[in-house]
């Protein structure tokens, strides 16, 4: 039995390989957006949301679960910081606060 | 730290080092992308698996209560809470992850008996009032200890501690009802509670890790921020909120020593048994081999659900393919 073992180590059992890794956002009950929760592992979608509901909403944190698989996000990377973000950094005219309004005046 | 591990570390850039210093300085958030110290990555591993870990285990003890519970009531809130603590087990798991390891692998230390985990998940669940002092104690110093964790520099660890604080303080109050309702029984039910205060008290101020001049990890995790008090002011602390509560339900926390310090505002406290706290967190407290035991039984028997999710997953994409 020990050799049987050994020779089913060299390739991983199916249940001690590590299924895929899935992102989870939740929907809060009152209308606001979608928000990253955490992770899960599973081996298809449909167990990846049952997962996600029983890890990250026992106690109706949401009305709307999504799984993406982790792999499938492109992001930013902390090297683009500067350059990347420049553009939205340098333009105060965007901002309410740039324009002046008399004194008094509610806008 | 050994002399050992110190030559394992790779060199790193003192520039980097300093720009990063200077970012946890600035209070910024690190996030899974951004350059850190390997020592700092090593850490966090180390603290955040460990954490991890003593989630899971700490289902065991309770565990052994679920199917003994006084009421109906007692068996659904002890159910939602073991529940909790794999979820907890899980979300840290998923912020373990973020630095580069395999959740399997982290799995197998625990299961091989080379990972560690909370010292106080070691100690045997004797009678119901345990559960009370569990709730109360452990989870009680696990809150003081977590808050703390919450403002910690590493983004996904602080954030499974916000979300683990939001829940723990179901946990805690459970266990201070069993204890009140206990205490304010017969006297059979009374002497039941302070027994388990009797265990439990000491060993929860163990949770806290040795005293700070003992302790060679914290001052590199404070200094990286990601610990932002010290064992011993945690230790303080849960002490100074415990005392009015054991004294509001009539329970006496076992230390002859307790005085309250006018000048400091704390509850000064007696010695702590190290050797005690050594002893159980090499290997050899009251329940450290049944605790594997358990848990790698639970494991194994778990095989065939793995495996059938996995064979169901394929099904499904052959017929997909199909």
């Not at chain 2, 909790?84 to 299961?111: F, K, M, N, S, W």
């Not at chain 2, 806290?208 to 995790?221: I, R, W």
């Not at chain 2, 932002?228 to 002859?256: G, H, M, W, Y």
């Not at chain 2, 002893?279 to 065939?304: F, I, S, T, Y």
Request: charged share 25%.
């Amino acid at each position: 039995m020990a050799n049987d073992t050994t020779t089913t180590r060299q390739q991983p059992a199916p249940s001690d390989s590590q299924w895929p890794l899935w992102e989870v956002f939740l929907q809060p009950p009152k209308g606001e957006a979608h928000e990253h929760a955490g992770s899960v592992h599973a081996t298809n979608a449909e167990q990846a949301l049952q997962n996600a509901r029983d890890v990250y909403a026992r106690r109706g944190e949401a009305v709307s679960i999504w799984v993406v698989r982790s792999e499938a996000i492109t992001a930013s990377t902390p090297e683009d910081m500067g350059p990347f973000f420049d553009p939205g950094n340098d333009k105060p005219y965007r901002h309410p606060q740039f324009y002046k309004i008399p004194r008094g005046i509610r806008v | 730290m050994s002399s050992k591990a110190v030559q394992n570390m790779p060199a790193e850039d003192p520039a980097r080092v300093a720009e990063f210093e200077a970012r946890i300085a600035r209070g910024e958030s690190i996030e899974p992308k951004d350059w850190m110290p390997e020592r700092y990555r090593r850490q966090l591993i180390r603290m955040m698996s460990q954490h991890a870990h003593s989630e899971v285990v700490g289902m065991l003890p309770e565990g052994n209560w679920i199917t003994r519970a006084p009421s109906l009531r007692r068996k659904m809130s002890l159910l939602a809470k073991v529940q909790d603590e794999a979820g907890h087990g899980l979300y840290i798991y998923c912020g373990t992850e973020t630095l580069g390891v395999d959740r399997q692998q982290l799995i197998d230390q625990l299961l091989e008996g080379t990972a560690k985990y909370s010292s106080i998940f070691n100690y045997p669940t004797l009678t119901w009032a345990d559960i009370g002092a569990i709730g109360w104690f452990v989870d009680g110093a696990a809150i003081v200890n977590q808050t703390m964790l919450a403002h910690a520099s590493y983004g996904p660890y602080a954030r499974a501690m916000v979300r683990i604080c939001k829940e723990e303080n179901f946990h805690k109050r459970q266990g201070y009802e069993i204890m009140a309702t206990l205490a304010a029984g017969t006297p059979a039910q009374h002497a039941m509670a302070q027994d388990a205060v009797n265990r439990w008290w000491w060993p929860s101020l163990m949770m806290f890790g040795p005293s700070d001049k003992d302790s060679p990890n914290s001052a590199e995790l404070m200094r990286w921020g990601v610990k932002k008090k010290s064992n011993d002011e945690l230790r303080q602390r849960f002490v100074n909120l415990t005392v009015a509560q054991a004294k509001a339900i009539d329970l006496v926390l076992p230390d002859p020593d307790l005085q309250y310090d006018e000048e400091t505002e704390n509850w000064k406290f007696g010695p702590i048994d190290w050797d005690e706290f050594w002893r159980v967190v090499k290997g050899d407290g009251p329940c450290n081999r049944e605790r594997l035991a358990a848990r790698r039984a639970a494991h194994d028997d778990g095989e065939w659900v793995r495996v059938a999710a996995a064979a169901y997953a394929a099904k499904q994409r052959e017929e997909a393919a199909a």
